[in-house]
């Protein structure tokens, strides 16, 4: 299959002219389409300006030059973009999915949504892909006529990357692939493995900065090792953080040129002819058995070294600590909320309350622990 002319949309790419629309109709934007207005809506909303002070695996204080979820969402939207343009995919709609995948996150990373997650046992769980959905639909406030963000179906149903069969029957025509086992569109399936792609290899970097793993411990990995024989081959000498960033920047090229070729390749034999087919097919984007393999290692590697490194437990005990405390803290007195969560809470506390400790960066969510907790604390 020859390469695809950037700028055209190839007969698989999700089209913005035959969306499935608004849940609450408004009129065609002008000089832009309705993935570019999903995108820009992202990118002003509340809750995307927050992933600047929220973690992946470090707590946001611990350091300034660790990712956040806003500079992962960047990375992941960046990869995810290359990728769309070589296949012909619709690059404002992967964008859009990329930058909005992790809106839904709560503070201190998987800790966080496990303690929360926790709380919500009785009162129908947490889960933040069905978190993500929930502020764009929901939870943003800024349109006159409406909750939420209001964006296209296709950019939705993107954004729910995981969604049990119980709550896909209450979600509706959003969730409806989860109960007939179709595919997304490939602008989906692309952001979901750039999202993957962007922190396994993120994560080496931030584990080796932290001193948690080391080059030592990554020579038995793969995909690292290759790279960084590779590296030091061609530049003999090279050292520090010169060669970590060499040896990463082929990894992430060796993933994407993979990803590319082999998702080329699922095309081609499938040969769609329009989105339907697409959804009807087996998963298109995907790498290729051996990268899928040294893929899976690095992400095994990373695990065991760093997510399990007992300094990294030490702060997750700490995040879900702090997340319980505060969700029985207000879940026994919602009088305690802010005023503008107090009217949900009429309705549903616990939801209430778990919309507000999501929202909550990693600072806001320490501080508010110590104005309610603290008894030196003067409350505010
Ligand atoms: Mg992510």
Not at 134 to 151: H, K, P, Q, S, T
Request: net charge neutral; hydrophobic share 40%; aromatic share 6%.
């Amino acid at each position: 299959m020859a390469e695809w002319p950037s700028a055209a949309l190839a007969p698989w790419a999700a089209d913005p002219r035959s969306s499935r629309g608004r849940v609450h109709a408004e009129a065609s934007p002008v000089g832009r389409d309705d993935y570019q207005r999903d995108r820009d809506r992202i990118i002003h909303s509340t809750a995307f300006r927050r992933l600047e002070y929220k973690t992946q695996v470090f707590v946001n204080h611990e350091g300034d030059l660790f990712r956040t979820r806003l500079t992962h969402s960047l990375e992941v939207a960046q990869i995810a973009r290359s990728v769309a343009r070589n296949l012909g995919l619709n690059e404002s709609l992967t964008e859009a999915i990329s930058l909005a995948h992790d809106l839904g996150h709560t503070p201190f990373g998987h800790a966080g949504q496990d303690a929360l997650n926790e709380c919500m046992r009785d009162h129908g769980g947490f889960e933040h892909n069905l978190q993500s959905l929930r502020v764009v639909d929901v939870l943003e406030e800024r349109y006159a006529e409406f909750d939420g963000l209001n964006l296209t179906f296709e950019a939705r149903e993107g954004i729910l990357k995981h969604c049990s069969r119980r709550n896909a029957r209450e979600l509706g025509a959003v969730a409806e692939r989860f109960l007939s086992g179709a595919q997304p569109s490939l602008e989906a399936q692309l952001a979901n493995l750039a999202d993957e792609l962007a922190y396994n290899n993120h994560d080496v970097d931030d584990g080796l900065r932290s001193g948690l793993i080391t080059l030592d411990l990554l020579g038995e990995v793969g995909i690292f090792a290759r790279h960084a024989r590779e590296v030091t081959t061609r530049h003999p000498g090279l050292s520090g953080r010169r060669l970590i960033h060499e040896t990463i920047r082929r990894m992430i090229n060796s993933l994407v040129v993979d990803l590319t070729r082999e998702t080329r390749r699922r095309i081609a034999d499938v040969n769609p002819a329009s989105v339907d087919d697409v959804r009807a097919a087996p998963p298109l984007v995907g790498f290729g058995d051996s990268m899928a393999a040294e893929h899976a290692e690095l992400k095994q590697f990373l695990r065991d070294a760093l997510y399990r490194h007992y300094r990294v437990l030490r702060m997750s005990a700490k995040a879900r600590r702090i997340v319980g405390e505060l969700f029985q803290a207000f879940l026994s007195d919602p009088r305690l909320l802010p005023p503008q969560d107090q009217g949900r809470a009429r309705q549903n506390p616990a939801r209430a309350v778990a919309d507000y400790i999501a929202g909550m960066t990693d600072r806001y969510a320490i501080r508010e622990h110590r104005r309610l907790f603290g008894i030196e604390e003067t409350a505010g």
